[in-house]
């Protein structure tokens, strides 16, 4: 019997030790942490990468009874340190300042966009007057060429002079055309004043290049470090001067055929630039809208070029017609203020029209007419506006 039970024992443990043992935690046991290899370099330093772990996976077998084990997150290696290399030399550094004042520029070359313009005046007056201070030098008996050596350098002095002025200070739009207007103006105010008062040739073109560069330098100084003038301001200088062109050409004419004088030309050059500094003045206190400056301007205008076309196809004296047109334009002008002043602001019939998809516009349309194209033909049309 001793014998039986030996074996059946010996059986017994060979069979418990073929057994899977049994599990003691809920989860594995952890992975051996990888092997890390040596660096590359010995000036290369060596970053160990931490062992990863993940959950467990499902199985068949009850878990006991407990909280649930947390898994850590899974981490990445860290970077190797990359090897440094000398820093390459760049551009210089700019401050916020100087980036926000740069991306104000209108262009490379101009600091906003009436640059060009007052450039383009500037190099035209200068090449015209130049020519005429060249001119004065000239020997009236051979052959001199210091007209055109005076247009050279006047275009390139005046040109490089407004290039610089308008690359650091901005020059608006309406600035640039008030300018322009200024040089014109100052500029046949200065010849027909030397004509009147009987200069020289040399004495005319300074005159003449000082009241043009001062006008540009008026507009310029008191426009300059601000908003662009509006254009309810840039329509009222315009209006003035043109209404004191109109108006002292009427007035010269009826007094030249009264009196039986010639006609003088010297108040009627300087009077477009006095309009313009009194529209300057105007326009401080005074903000008009373009569409009441359009009517003040087209209705007298229209009205006065109705009488002129009148007068002149009546058998009528040429001072009657002048003293009507004068009216007309005076009468016109009074009333389309008036109209102007005492309009409501509210939104019109015509308004609520004009947002409507067709619009049919009773025009009178004049084509030419003939085998040859040699006549007119006049007649009713309308304007079809979708």
Do not use: C
Not at 43 to 60: R, V
Not at 260 to 274: N, V
Request: no cysteine; charged share 15%; aromatic share 6%.
């Amino acid at each position: 019997m001793r014998p039986i039970a030996l074996v059946l024992g010996l059986a017994a443990t060979l069979a418990s030790a073929q057994q899977p043992a049994a599990v003691d935690s809920p989860q594995d046991p952890l992975p051996p942490p990888p092997l890390t290899s040596l660096p590359a370099s010995p000036d290369e330093p060596e970053w160990a990468t931490p062992p990863t772990f993940t959950a467990p996976e499902a199985s068949g077998t009850e878990q006991p009874e407990g909280p649930a084990p947390t898994a850590r997150p899974e981490t990445s290696a860290r970077p190797v340190a990359p090897a440094t290399t000398p820093r390459q030399p760049g551009p210089p550094l700019r401050t916020k300042e100087a980036d926000r004042e740069r991306s104000m520029r209108y262009s490379r070359l101009s600091a906003d966009s009436g640059g060009p313009t007052l450039v383009l005046s500037e190099a035209v007056g200068g090449m015209v007057l130049g020519a005429m201070l060249g001119a004065s030098y000239d020997d009236p008996n051979g052959r001199s060429d210091n007209a055109y050596m005076g247009a050279m350098l006047g275009a390139l002095s005046l040109g490089t002079a407004s290039t610089l002025y308008q690359y650091f200070v901005p020059v608006k739009r309406n600035e640039s055309l008030l300018a322009a207007g200024a040089a014109t103006l100052g500029f046949t105010a200065g010849v027909s004043a030397a004509n009147g008062w009987d200069l020289d040739s040399r004495q005319r073109a300074l005159l003449a290049l000082t009241t043009s560069q001062v006008g540009v330098a008026s507009v310029l100084l008191l426009t300059a470090g601000g908003d662009d003038v509006s254009s309810g301001d840039t329509g009222l200088v315009g209006m003035t001067s043109f209404y004191a062109f109109i108006t002292t050409g009427l007035v010269e004419y009826i007094g030249a055929r009264q009196s039986g004088d010639s006609f003088r030309f010297t108040p009627l050059l300087i009077a477009p630039a006095a309009g313009m500094l009194v529209g300057g003045l105007l326009a401080i206190p005074l903000e008009i809208h373009p569409a009441s400056l359009r009517d003040v301007t087209l209705f007298p205008l229209g009205m006065g070029l109705a009488a002129l076309l009148v007068g002149s196809r009546l058998d009528v004296s040429d001072v009657t017609v002048a003293k009507t047109v004068l009216g007309t334009v005076a009468g016109t002008f009074a009333i389309t203020v008036l109209l102007s002043a005492l309009a409501p602001d509210g939104p019109t019939q015509r308004d609520a029209r004009a947002d409507s998809a067709f619009q049919p516009v009773p025009v009178p349309v004049v084509v030419p007419a003939g085998r040859r194209n040699e006549a007119v033909a006049a007649g009713p049309g309308v304007f079809m506006r979708f």
